[in-house]
């Protein structure tokens, strides 16, 4: 891989760790005076954005408004800022404190007969506020030069603006656009609930429509510039796995394996971990979403490693079961390849028209739900079903679980995970293989096919690697208790 060379050019094993963790720290390190932004590498033209909105404003009869993520959403000294999803997808931009108007042409009129006159689209952004860019760096503010061609929006106003729009709008239009607190969760998630009390506070005569799933609808389909940039995440990751592979032992912590793999991230250019590294061994690896990483690797345990790197914005989502000590046991053996088979059913089945859907005969779920069921048997001779405790998969993109509703069948474009698992606590026994996939016109593309899934692949990888070691022992990482 391409970062090899850095990692083993470090000049002791003490070093090597200290850089791997210093990295990990640099990734979500301290902010002064605000919060820090998550630079992307790279992001898709103006005029991809502006097809986006065109899309959904295509679909409504009034306003959409939309907010971003102000900064102020966590306070600990880690916080790292990151865009709203939504408001990102239909922009591309990644600041503080911004907001968007879109007005379709077709709008109708309020009873009182007066037209929107304003621009179709507005780009709302917080005035610059040069002192404090000083201790955050520099933010796009609406009076920069040029700031139209920079942002794709030919009307960029200072956020306190966006009341009195607001108010002007709702004297013509009986209802918005926006995206509403999701009701299951007791009111939503602060910000969407801050935002629409706002709306109602502002213009409280004005309907409010949720766009949550016009806007997931577009978000499942992804265009070349998403792929790319999930292409490269995926790749990271798959780099990411193999070197945890080589260095995989007993004695290591599993803050040490995380470590290295969010090493390799970095190096090949992703700006963040698409979610908490999980990397459980043992028992550990039986919960789902780990993420103490504290145990020491011991002979014999099994290790579940969910880790993915997350590269302009956008998230893989790979997952690695590996033997501690190179060589699985008959019974890690057995239920491993009884996941396996699972997902390899699954995958035999992938194509558009499918769903993720528990039932039906179309169903990806149900039949790696049945080929579990069906092989293999726990200690008291039960069937494995009820040790498949989660769905098979989920969209990336975005976020790692992607926006959508998922009993909509696959199409073209769409990237998916495929992801079966057993666990079983009481054999401190847990498999999960994980891999990505972009749904074709006739089947599918394995985006995460470079990297080994086979037993026999890992445990070559794995002898190998512990080859290499016993010869050149001065590499090798080391822990001081």
């Known amino acids: ?242 070197e945890a592979m080589k260095m995989m032992r007993p004695g290591l912590f599993e803050y040490q394996v995380a470590a290295k793999m969010v090493y390799v991230h970095s190096m090949e250019g992703c700006e963040a971990e698409a979610y908490a590294p999980i990397v459980g061994a043992g028992f550990n690896s039986t919960s789902l979403h780990y993420d103490q990483l504290s145990k020491k690797i011991e002979d014999g345990d099994i290790v579940v490693l969910d880790v993915a790197g997350q590269f302009s914005g956008y998230a893989a989502d790979i997952t690695r079961t590996l033997p501690a000590n190179g060589k699985f046991t008959p019974r890690q053996r057995e239920i491993y390849e009884i996941v396996l088979g699972a997902q390899n059913a699954a995958i035999a089945a992938l194509k558009p028209g499918m769903t993720f859907s528990p039932t039906g005969s179309n169903s990806l779920s149900r039949i790696a739900y049945d080929y579990i069921n069906s092989h293999g048997k726990d200690k008291q001779g039960r069937s494995l079903g009820r040790y498949f405790i989660h769905g098979l998969g989920h969209h990336i993109g975005l976020d790692v679980h992607d926006a959508g509703v998922s009993p909509r069948p696959l199409e073209p474009g769409m990237v998916v995970t495929i992801e079966p698992g057993i666990y079983i606590p009481e054999e401190n026994l847990g498999v999960r293989i994980e891999d990505d996939f972009l749904i074709t016109e006739t089947g599918y593309k394995m985006l995460s096919e470079k990297l080994p899934r086979s037993i026999e692949e890992i445990e070559k990888i794995m002898a190998a690697a512990q080859k290499e070691r016993k010869e050149h022992p001065e590499r090798e990482l080391r822990h001081e208790d």
């Open 1 to 242: 891989m391409n970062c090899h060379s850095e990692w083993v050019g470090l000049r002791s094993p003490l070093g090597r760790l200290v850089f791997s963790i210093v990295i990990a720290a640099v990734v979500a390190s301290f902010t002064a005076g605000g919060a820090r932004a998550q630079q992307r590498r790279e992001r898709e033209p103006n005029s991809v954005y502006a097809e986006r909105r065109a899309k959904l404003l295509a679909q409504s009869d009034g306003p959409v408004i939309l907010f971003g993520y102000t900064g102020r959403e966590e306070g600990a000294q880690t916080y790292i800022f990151a865009q709203e999803d939504n408001l990102y997808y239909l922009t591309g931009h990644n600041e503080e404190g911004a907001a968007l108007v879109l007005v379709p042409d077709h709008a109708n009129h309020g009873a009182n007969g007066k037209a929107w006159d304003g621009p179709r689209e507005l780009l709302f952004l917080p005035e610059a506020d040069r002192k404090r860019q000083q201790w955050i760096g520099a933010r796009m503010a609406p009076d920069d030069p040029g700031i139209a061609e920079k942002t794709g929006f030919a009307a960029v106003k200072p956020f306190p603006e966006l009341r009195a729009t607001v108010e002007k709008l709702a004297a013509i239009f009986p209802a918005f656009s926006t995206i509403l607190p999701y009701q299951r969760e007791l009111g939503g998630y602060p910000h969407e609930k801050e935002w629409t009390n706002w709306l109602a506070q502002v213009a409280p005569q004005v309907k409010l429509n949720d766009l949550r799933a016009a806007i997931g609808a577009l978000r499942q389909i992804k265009s070349p510039g998403e792929l790319k940039f999930l292409i490269k995440a995926v790749d990271a990751s798959v780099d990411a796995h193999l």
